[in-house]
């Protein structure tokens, strides 16, 4: 039997800006691929890299992964496949918390995590009996699964790095954040020796196969850690970067400030290889904190702790949002000034977006402040709520601003002067240079677009004409 796992593409800026080789591979398909049996033939299909999805093929069952900025075209795929009389099964965050949306798109659904479930999906799609929702009753213990299937991705235009998943779930109760709800509020931590294995396999596998460039150092094989914080309980990742030390390994991963306030860590973090954390910084605003339930970070803690990082010679990729109640017109220059004094390397800046699922969304619906429902402009680079603390147009206009200092001619050196001159740092900041030039022209682009759906369905309605299974749902105020 054939089975297509579909990873939908984006309108976003940032994902049609990303270059090829920073482009990682689904990793959450690869490991579906995984858990199916193996008398299933199985292609990933990833649009993101410019693959194309051909309707008329043969296959059996068709699986979509749904974030919420990737909905609407999930919906125009799974409808495309459901007129053909193809099986459409969906599943991710989108569909977690939302379900009676996506049920009316898909022939079943997947709520929660799916590794609990995805046999008894399989199982039942064999026997002509599958339903119309899954769940499992709990959250599933990890690393009880194969290798994922890195045969599938190999070869295609993806960087030649390992995402590895080591703990799962998150004790912060930060309102703008899914993750507690998804995933659980306690960690859910991987045994070492699984995670070597997974790192071995993929050595093996893809990394050794791509030749090194002549004249060039040799490479070392990069791994991502897609853990919402790499440092939940002590004892497990000094025992996980203590075995990266034997590998000659570089890794990055995504940590809370209040974790790296920790002088051993940092240091094993810089002998196993680490290059960089990823930072929720969020604000310098300690108010504008607060009220996201963002008690663990303390502003005048931020700068100490960014030192430290930087005497192990780590980077950081320090993440800023605003839209914040508490925010101000004047908050771009003081983020921006802020930024450039503590040599923040790679400084990646969102809007606040409500989220489905979060109570961050439930409080903004409820006060009437979300004027854009089209999912597909949720990915925190476009403005769907109205202001409180300033104008909406003092926010887009101070979002420009802040990419144009920062990465303005000067300031990019001025950031990175204590790193060479060829570095991966600076190839980064020249692609998120080039997102802040392009981001006006692309607001004005897809605001037209979505003026005009939201006229073509405001005419539709009027005449009771169906306004589509799989059109964006554009509710604009």
């Not at 309605?461 to 509710?475: D, H």
Request: net charge negative; aromatic share 10%.
């Amino acid at each position: 039997m054939r089975l297509n796992l579909i990873w939908p593409e984006s309108e976003s800026l940032v994902w049609h800006l990303q270059p090829r080789n920073l482009t990682t591979y689904p990793v959450s398909l690869t490991l579906l691929a995984a858990l199916t049996p193996d008398n299933w033939d199985i292609k990933i299909i990833d649009e993101r890299i410019g693959e194309k999805i051909d309707f008329d093929e043969q296959v059996d069952l068709v699986g979509i992964a749904v974030r919420t900025l990737l909905a609407p075209r999930a919906y125009q795929i799974a409808a495309e496949y459901r007129k053909r009389g193809v099986k459409v099964v969906m599943g991710g965050p989108h569909v977690s918390v939302l379900p009676s949306e996506a049920s009316m798109k898909a022939d079943a659904i997947v709520i929660g995590e799916a590794e609990p479930v995805w046999s008894e999906v399989i199982k039942d799609f064999e026997a002509g009996q599958l339903k119309r929702y899954y769940k499992s009753d709990g959250l599933p213990a990890l690393g009880n699964h194969p290798i994922p299937r890195y045969d599938l991705v190999k070869g295609k235009d993806y960087s030649a790095m390992i995402q590895i998943e080591s703990s799962r779930g998150c004790p912060h109760t930060c309102s703008y954040c899914s993750v507690p709800d998804l995933y659980g509020k306690s960690y859910r931590e991987r045994s070492v020796s699984q995670l070597l294995e997974e790192i071995a396999m993929f050595k093996e596998m893809w990394f050794n196969e791509v030749p090194d460039m002549p004249g060039a150092p040799k490479r070392k094989l990069h791994i991502s850690f897609v853990d919402d914080n790499i440092w939940p309980k002590r004892k497990h990742t000094r025992e996980m970067l203590e075995a990266l030390t034997k590998l000659d390994v570089e890794w990055s991963a995504q940590a809370s400030i209040v974790s790296l306030r920790d002088p051993e860590f940092l240091a094993l973090a810089k002998e196993s290889g680490c290059q960089l954390f990823g930072i929720g910084l969020e604000s310098i605003n300690q108010e504008s904190l607060l009220e996201v339930n963002k008690k663990i970070n303390q502003v005048d803690q931020f700068s100490e702790t960014i030192q430290m990082i930087h005497d192990h010679n780590i980077g950081i990729q320090g993440y800023f949002m605003f839209g914040f109640d508490h925010d101000k017109p004047d908050g771009f220059d003081k983020t921006a000034d802020f930024i450039i004094e503590n040599h923040i390397e790679m400084p990646v800046f969102f809007i606040l977006t409500p989220y489905p699922g979060t109570s961050f969304y439930n409080h903004l619906n409820s006060q009437g402040r979300i004027f854009n429902r089209n999912w597909a402009r949720y990915d925190a680079h476009n403005l769907v709520i109205n202001m409180k603390g300033m104008s909406n147009e003092d926010l887009k206009e101070g979002f420009l601003h802040i990419h144009e200092k920062v990465y303005g001619p000067g300031y990019i050196d001025k950031r990175l002067a204590h790193l060479p001159e060829f570095n991966f740092f600076r190839f980064a900041n020249k692609h998120l240079e080039e997102f802040g030039q392009k981001l006006r022209g692309h607001w004005d682009e897809v605001e037209e677009k979505d003026r005009q759906m939201a006229a073509i369905v405001t005419e539709k309605k009027k005449f009771n004409l169906p306004v589509g299974n799989s059109a964006p749902q554009v509710t604009l105020n």
